[in-house]
């Protein structure tokens, strides 16, 4: 009997797939067999309105030893015989239901994307985007999701050093909230997804599985927010603990030779798991449901296969040592079931008692179909694109200082020390700079080595040009990436967009990913992962555009990295990068908070951009820096405040103002640095400057206990300081 | 030197602290699992800090009943060196082998954060190699650090000089305002009655490197090292 609508709504699938579906086996599926199609179809699972576009992203270097879409994780070679891996993922509809768990077990879900490849989960990141905080709902929506995080992520005992935090009304009624997790490993030891071998063993060890998160991946991450309100039940309940176990557990059991492939269940639970890692090894499976260990009475094999219950890995033993992989999860106390076994067939075998309730091939199951359109231009792009500076009154020079302050303590710019402080960032002993900074760094113990990392999205620059907005995610996250004094390696990206079934939030996505390769390529920089969250919106109004990279920068000597605070008394402060031109304001900070406007394109040359980050990494390298902050939200003036106030030091020096006041102080004009140096080092720096063609500015110097800005701002340090610190 | 790093699960920072005390102090550590029960052959045993059962119930309330924990008291009542670092200290206090609990902080929310610790007792086993009122800069990264017991608790505590470290300002003062978790008199490691069991919150394993920002916590494992 051909499924009804109701059917095919609950698994979000359209009836022009169930007829495909029905045209690929050559029959009606069975009910079972619907569900493991709609999560497997499921944009979040199946990437199908993403999967053209996301080609585009280069993913080769010589350094990438696992690309996008191979294994849960990209990984890369950093030398020595180690490597790392690094993926970001979003848990935006989850968090807007229920925030604590749903950012919770967010973080719970990437931390076993990386240590079910063999690799120890170090470091994690959070991009997250609020709407305002002025009203209630977005206050209560960011508490629990910042308490979700700290919850979760402080008892599994890696550092979360860095983020970023973003509000802006668009995101009212869709946070979003993206976490980044990196492992480090020896070369060679990465496990890999993956089920092979007849009458191999398939192990699903962890949490017992319940009703919780039926049917989060074609459920929640694939619908509007508009849709999802009543879906409470489709959101998961994290067990830290049980993770932090599996964590230590499963690192062991990767060092044997007693398995062929680790999954973790992640969205549509065992499903994905067992399909994705039945198809790459090429296999069949046969999965008996009442193996399955259940924390709830009379589920059926439909809830059983889509249950999102966390905390649980599928394992494929060895024929012969499914003994030994017990007793390695006895001792950490956790289940362990024996629940299937390997085939040959290639079918996809579920039974329920020994009778079959499913039996598909795998290749029809892991193989949604892949959606291209044609998007048009929006006829309201043009109008946003251009800014008629005439009609935007300048900055007088009485009211510069009253202005940064204003910025300062803007919710955008601010510090953002009363989140952060909440997440143990020091745990590993590795954190050399700590949350605050452009980026960042964590030494790699036992070498003189150390990565930086960092995210960055923009999407308020997106928005007004998707392509150009793609474009500086990329250069902007490599800029600070550059300012920590390393060399970008790879990035992870999480494209949070509206609902692709629509013209322009199609159109964004793709200029976006046009925009993001355009950079990587000219900055050779690969993507190695990524995460596509689509449908965010609520009431037909999408989120502003927001692609966020996760960047992974090396620092060969651990000793010659910088941060962005200034250092020491007396010391020349310069400007790497040219002047900004009066357009520079486009779309900016600056123009929003004082002005109330969003609209006016940012530039960028990426050429300039290349050069500047060559310039960077070569003077930290030298050891001719004292410090390096990136000029981005706020500009120019806000970049000097902010080294000011994490030196705690002051400034004295001069901006030149040729046009318009507020573009010299606080237009955001790319591809460019403000630096501090010994004096006596002036000379080299600009010299190297030279070289790679980088325009220098010498501003001042760093001094005393105010902030001085000749002719246009005088003001205590501690002004700014507590502007600044207490903006959120 | 010997030392013994207890590993319950949940326990995080035994990775930590075997880097400080092996990498960078050049001792012999092991790790113990919390259901051995044999400690011969080391001359300190370290409870480490991490979420020991996930902190579920009450910190350090499972981890307590742990086969190690019986032994460890053993050690402890011989007078050998005992040290609790953040959940360490919680455990130790369930076990009855210090007194007083530490509650939620009074803000109600998780801190991690550098903190300043004035050494208010430099006699002990573990404080010997301070300065009297020497200031150690060492994190805090926790949830319940906020120390509380009864008034004639804490009356003995500081008649008897248990209190070995309290949180202060870089100079050391003692005020509300480097308190960071509202623990009663900035108590951040006491000491027990025969001064051989440490409790602190503060992390020293992770001061021990410049790179870090402190090396401040060294001179607490450089300080046993030099009484054996």
Redesign the interface.
């Known amino acids: 009997m051909p499924a009804s609508k109701e059917q095919l709504e609950e698994i979000a699938l359209s009836r022009r797939e169930y007829n495909l579906i029905v045209k690929l086996l050559g029959r009606e599926p069975t009910y079972v067999e619907l569900g493991l199609f709609g999560s497997l179809w499921s944009e979040h699972c199946g990437y199908k309105h993403s999967k053209a576009l996301l080609k585009m992203f280069p993913s080769m270097g010589k350094h990438v030893l696992v690309k996008p879409g191979e294994e849960n994780a990209g990984v890369i070679d950093i030398g020595d015989g180690q490597v790392i891996g690094f993926k970001m993922e979003s848990h935006n509809h989850p968090s807007y239901i229920e925030p604590y768990q749903g950012a919770a077990t967010g973080v719970g879900g990437i931390v076993r994307d990386i240590f079910t490849m063999g690799l120890r989960p170090i470091a994690l990141m959070n991009s997250l985007r609020f709407g305002p905080l002025s009203e209630p709902h977005n206050r209560y929506l960011m508490s629990g999701v910042v308490g979700g995080i700290?919850?979760y992520g402080?008892?599994?005992?890696i550092a979360d050093v860095g983020g970023e935090i973003y509000f802006d009304d668009c995101y009212s009624g869709n946070p979003l909230v993206n976490a980044f997790c990196l492992g480090i490993g020896k070369a060679g030891c990465i496990v890999k997804a993956c089920s092979y071998g007849e009458g191999n063993l398939v192990m699903l060890v962890g949490a017992d599985t319940g009703r919780d998160g039926m049917h989060g991946a074609s459920g929640l991450a694939s619908r509007t927010f508009e849709e999802v309100r009543e879906l409470r039940s489709a959101v998961q309940v994290g067990?830290?603990?049980?993770e932090?176990?599996l964590i230590e557990a499963c690192l062991e059991l990767a060092k044997t030779d007693w398995i062929v492939g680790m999954q973790d269940c992640g969205a549509a639970g065992l499903t994905s798991a067992t399909v994705e890692a039945a198809d790459k090894g090429g296999s069949g499976m046969d999965i008996e449901v009442q193996k399955v260990p259940r924390r709830e009475k009379g589920m059926t094999p439909y809830e059983v296969m889509l249950s999102e219950s966390q905390e649980r890995m599928v394992i494929i033993v060895k024929k012969g040592c499914e003994g030994k992989v017990k007793a390695l999860f006895d001792r950490?106390?956790l289940h362990s079931d024996i629940i299937g076994r390997v085939t040959s067939d290639g079918m996809f075998t579920i039974r329920d008692n020994g009778q079959v309730v499913a039996h598909a091939p795998v290749n029809i199951l892991n193989a949604p179909p892949v959606y291209r359109f044609r998007p048009k231009k929006p006829d309201w792009l043009e109008g946003l694109q251009e800014l008629d500076l005439s009609k935007i009154k300048d900055v007088a020079p009485k009211d510069a200082g009253s202005t940064l302050l204003k910025l300062l303590a803007a919710p955008n710019i601010c510090s953002k020390h009363k989140v952060y402080?909440?997440?143990?960032?020091?745990?590993?002993?590795?954190?050399?700079v700590?949350p605050g900074s452009d980026a960042a760094v964590l030494?790699i113990?036992?070498t003189s080595k150390a990565i930086s990392m960092v995210t960055d999205g923009n999407g308020r620059y997106c928005y007004v040009n998707p392509f150009i907005g793609g474009v500086i995610a990329v250069a902007e996250a490599a800029r600070n990436t550059a300012c920590s004094g390393a060399r970008p390696m790879a990035i992870t990206n999480c494209l949070n967009f509206g609902n692709p079934d629509k013209n322009d939030p199609y159109y964004q996505l793709r200029e976006c990913i046009k925009g993001m390769t355009y950079a990587c390529k000219k900055l050779k920089i690969p993507v190695i992962s990524g995460n596509v969250s689509l449908y965010n919106e609520t009431r037909g109004v999408a989120i502003f555009p927001t692609p966020v990279v996760g960047m992974v920068g090396l620092i060969k000597d651990?000793?010659r990295h910088c941060s962005s605070g200034f250092k020491k008394e007396g010391d020349a402060v310069l400007l790497l990068g040219g002047p900004g031109g009066d357009a520079s304001i486009g779309s900016g900070e600056y123009l929003e908070l004082v002005h109330g406007k969003v609209s006016g394109s940012q530039r960028i040359d990426i050429a300039s951009e290349k050069n500047l980050h060559d310039c960077l990494i070569k003077a930290a390298g030298k050891g001719l820096l004292r410090s390096a902050h990136d000029c981005s939200d706020g500009g120019l003036t806000v970049t000097l405040a902010e080294s000011c106030i994490l030196g705690d030091i002051g400034f004295k020096g001069e901006v030149k103002t040729g046009g318009r006041i507020d573009a010299a102080l606080f237009g955001e004009a790319q591809s460019r640095a403000v630096v501090s140096l010994d004096p006596q080092s002036v000379r080299r720096l600009e010299e190297l400057a030279y070289r790679c063609r980088v325009p220098v500015t010498r501003l001042g110097v760093v001094h005393g206990s105010r902030f001085a800005l000749k002719g246009l701002i005088d003001l205590p340090l501690g002004e700014l300081d507590r502007a600044w610190r207490n903006g959120l | 030197m010997k030392f013994g790093i207890v590993v319950f699960p949940g326990t995080w920072s035994d990775r930590d602290c075997y880097y400080s005390i092996h990498n960078i102090c050049g001792q012999d550590a092991v790790y113990i699992w919390h259901k051995d029960t044999d400690l011969s052959g080391c001359d300190c045993i370290v409870l480490p800090g991490g979420f020991s059962y996930g902190d579920y119930l009450r910190t350090g309330a499972i981890a307590r009943f742990s086969p190690v924990m019986d032994s460890v008291a053993d050690f402890s009542k011989k007078g050998r060196p005992v040290i609790g670092i953040c959940n360490g200290f919680q455990v130790l206090c369930e076990a009855h082998l210090l007194p007083g609990v530490l509650r939620q902080n009074d803000h109600l929310q998780y801190r991690c954060q550098w903190t300043y610790l004035k050494t208010v007792n430099n006699t002990t086993p573990f404080t010997s190699k301070c300065k009297k009122g020497q200031v150690l800069k060492i994190p805090i990264s926790h949830y319940e650090g906020r120390y509380y017991a009864d008034e004639s608790v804490i009356n003995e505590l500081e008649d008897t000089g248990r209190v070995a470290f309290r949180y202060g300002t870089p100079s050391g003062e003692i005020t509300g305002e480097a308190n960071p978790n509202g623990a009663l008199n900035n108590i951040a490691g006491i000491v027990n009655k025969q001064g051989n069991v440490l409790g602190m919150m503060p992390h020293p394993e992770r001061s021990c490197e410049d790179i870090l920002g402190s090396t401040d916590g060294n001179i607490i494992w450089e300080s046993l090292i030099a009484g054996i």
């Open positions: 700290a919850g402080n008892c599994l005992g067990n830290p603990f049980m932090k176990l950490w106390e402080r909440q997440y143990d960032h020091q745990v590993g002993d590795n954190t050399v700590l030494r113990q036992e651990v000793n």
